[in-house]
Antibody, heavy 119, light 110 residues
């Protein structure tokens, strides 16, 4: 059974750096073609894809946010970490991590964590 | 504004069949697989349809997906009260090099 869970601060100040951790179970990030992605959803708005890291450490970023994002993995800990620099109130959203299945896209999602950016 | 266009709302009565559309372009729907998600209030998205028309195990066959050209549709037959949720379409966009999502359709079961 695949599960994922996001953890990190619920409140950050403008200009600060956000660090979110995705801890997962039920799969290995060393399995060929598997990936873990990060997505977010501002309150009442559509989902937005942020980043993806593959089993072979290949990384993909949303072009509009690439300069602010870093995604890393720790295969031994079953964790993926996303950092986002220079946070702004418009970055207030629920942040999700999700398992990327090569055949079925993002098929399992974490419960999400709401991050509020405010001074 | 979302790259993929969905109607903001849809409705139906129990037992009816409803269809939700998702309109895109040649760089996304026209060239890659479409995915559909159901999001109940306060919960994470749940994958309903992958690769245009395939259902993950556990998803009832009341849910079906189709694609034609640069548009896709999600159909729900035998509508039930528990189907009341937000539905999103998603696809990879080759021009933007990013996964794009529709704005979501809120389905109300009357």
């Amino acid at each position: 059974q695949i599960t994922l869970k996001e953890s990190g601060p619920t409140l950050v100040k403008p200009t600060q750096t956000l660090t979110l951790t995705c801890t997962f179970s039920g799969f290995s990030l060393s399995t060929s073609e598997v990936g873990v992605g990060w997505l977010r959803q501002p309150p009442g708005k559509a989902l937005e894809w942020l980043a993806l890291i593959y089993w072979d450490d290949d990384k993909r970023y949303s072009p509009s946010l690439k300069s602010r994002l870093t995604i890393t993995k720790d295969t031994s800990k079953n964790q993926v970490v996303l950092t986002m620099t220079n946070m702004d109130p418009v970055d207030t959203a629920t942040y999700y991590c999700a398992h990327r299945n090569p055949a079925a896209g993002y098929d399992y999602w974490g419960q999400g964590t709401l991050v509020t950016v405010s001074s | 504004q979302s790259v993929l266009t969905q109607p903001p709302s849809a409705s139906g009565t129990p037992g009816q069949r409803v269809t939700i559309s998702c309109s895109g372009s040649s760089s996304n729907i026209g060239s890659d697989y479409v995915y559909w998600y159901q999001q109940l209030p306060g919960t994470a998205p749940k994958l309903l349809i992958y690769r245009n028309n395939k259902r993950p195990s556990g998803v009832p066959d009341r849910f079906s997906g189709s694609k034609s050209g640069t548009s896709a549709s999600l159909a729900i037959s035998g509508l039930r009260s528990e189907d009341e949720a937000d539905y999103f379409c998603a696809v990879w966009d080759d021009s933007l090099s990013v996964w794009v999502f529709g704005g979501g359709t809120k389905l109300t079961v009357l």
